[in-house]
């Protein structure tokens, strides 16, 4: 029946029913908002130190690591600060999170996995080519260490690239993952992010040396036990020992005002879809300023 041959009963009726509805939802949303963030955490916007250039720098092993802060990201370049992202390899190694048949990759001659590699490298890269252009950023660069082989390579020799880098841009902040886990346990985490923290500790107060501060892109207690329960990725890899675990959250960022841009990001790494589907499920089929009024912070651990 058309809602205009309804009666005035009968409107009111379906539009209390809609209310209920609307306010169901709303709860639900509300509560499970609750059980994953941590409001003990102190929000902030001030990230760049009062009266330093506004530079901000982040430094990840893999194309798509910056997913984590997208929201901050994009915070700042709207507070008119100047944003760059560089990325230690190409994310050439990154088969199984990818869209790529590996179900018989075993079975692959050396020459042909290479090429495999070498395929999803260049896929990559144009996928972080248009990652810089949905955050606007100013600056963006990838290198050549070799995905999830970081631990064989000598780490001054990614120090080098990391002081290079900061001397190139001038950044006033830093930001990377965290060097205790590498967020979910990935040693190219583990391996860029210590990198970036000795960096910062041994050059930090010399002359030419920009940086004030270095975030640690981390997750508070609620939201790690989450990760647990929906993410295989997440559970094989976290270690089990709770002191082992992530670093404690100094700081969040509110992002609900930027979840479209994190949703695109997202969208965005075509060939790691099925990555996202695991750690964020959801993402693609809620409007964005639904899914982020849930998701709607970012945390940091503060080195200073």
């Not at 430094?59 to 600060?81: C, N, S």
């Amino acid at each position: 029946m058309p809602l205009f041959c309804l009666n005035p009963f009968q409107m009111k009726k379906i539009l209390g029913i809609l209310l209920i509805l609307i306010f169901l939802i709303i709860g639900v949303l509300w509560y499970f908002r609750s059980q994953i963030q941590d409001e003990s955490i102190p929000q902030t916007e001030s990230l760049i130190p009062e009266n330093s250039p506004k530079k901000a720098l982040a430094i990840f092993a893999h194309p798509d690591d910056e997913i984590t802060l997208i929201g901050t990201m994009r915070m700042l370049k709207q507070q008119g600060v100047e944003t760059s992202i560089c990325y230690m390899t190409r994310g050439e190694a990154g088969l199984n999170g990818s869209i790529i048949d590996v179900s018989k990759i075993n079975e692959l001659a050396d020459t042909s996995l290479n090429n495999l590699k070498k395929q999803l490298g260049e896929r990559r890269t144009k996928e972080v080519d248009n990652i810089a252009k949905i955050l606007e950023l100013n600056n963006h660069e990838m290198f050549d260490f070799p995905d999830s082989g970081t631990s064989n390579v000598p780490k001054d020799s990614i120090k080098k690239v990391v002081r290079g880098l900061i001397q190139k841009y001038q950044p006033s902040v830093l930001f990377t993952l965290d060097d205790k886990v590498g967020l979910y346990g990935h040693p190219d985490h583990r391996n860029v992010s210590r990198a970036v923290l000795e960096v910062f500790r041994e050059d930090k107060g010399k002359a030419g040396f920009s940086p004030q501060k270095l975030y640690q892109v981390t997750l508070p207690q609620n939201m790690i036990k989450f990760a647990l329960k929906i993410a295989d990725g997440f559970r094989k890899n976290y270690p089990k020992e709770p002191e082992k675990g992530l670093p404690q959250a100094d700081i969040c960022v509110y992002i609900s005002p930027y979840g479209k841009y994190k949703r695109d990001a997202m969208l965005a790494h075509v060939s790691q879809r099925p990555t996202f589907d695991d750690m964020q499920p959801g993402f693609a089929t809620l409007p964005p300023w639904l899914y982020f009024r849930v998701f709607d912070r970012e945390y940091f651990h503060v080195i200073e």
